[in-house]
């Protein structure tokens, strides 16, 4: 069983709204005191998307600051990408990330590409 698994990628147009989700297994989940995304085009770095840590402090990365937000439903053990007003520069492979216990409250998380879990990815393309 893999750690965690994205789903709801897809194409849509400039403007356009997209939810990713990440759903993780109860002990990746239960584990994991920072989760997040980072994303990846072709030819580019990771870049780091957004995170929340289980106090629910959020960061975003300032390229997508005010268009994404991350939530948690810890019933599900299921992380969440919001992100509206998308633009063809979010275009990449999105993924999720957890770091399988190694924050703690109190100490500010690292940016998420660094985590010790990653999914597979999930595909967004925005077209103009």
């Known amino acids: 069983q893999l750690p965690l698994v994205e789903s709801g990628g897809g194409s849509v147009q400039t403007g356009g709204s997209l939810r990713l989700s990440c759903k993780a297994t109860?002990?990746?989940?239960?584990?994991?005191?920072?989760m997040g995304w980072f994303r990846q085009a072709p030819g580019e770095e990771r870049e780091g998307v957004g995170l929340?840590?289980?106090?629910?402090?959020?960061w975003f990365a300032d390229s997508v600051k005010g268009r994404f937000t991350i939530s948690k439903d810890n019933a599900k053990n299921t992380l969440y990408l919001e992100m509206t007003n998308l633009k063809p520069e979010d275009t990449a492979m999105y993924y999720c990330?957890?770091?399988?216990?190694?924050?703690?409250?109190?100490?500010?998380?690292?940016?998420?590409?660094?985590?010790?879990?990653r999914g597979q990815g999930t595909q967004v393309t925005v077209s103009s």
């Open positions: 990330t957890a770091d399988g216990g190694s924050g703690r409250s109190g100490l500010a998380c690292p940016l998420p590409e660094s985590y010790a879990f």
């Open positions: 109860e002990n990746t989940y239960r584990v994991s005191y920072c």
């Open positions: 929340i840590d289980n106090d629910d402090y959020t």
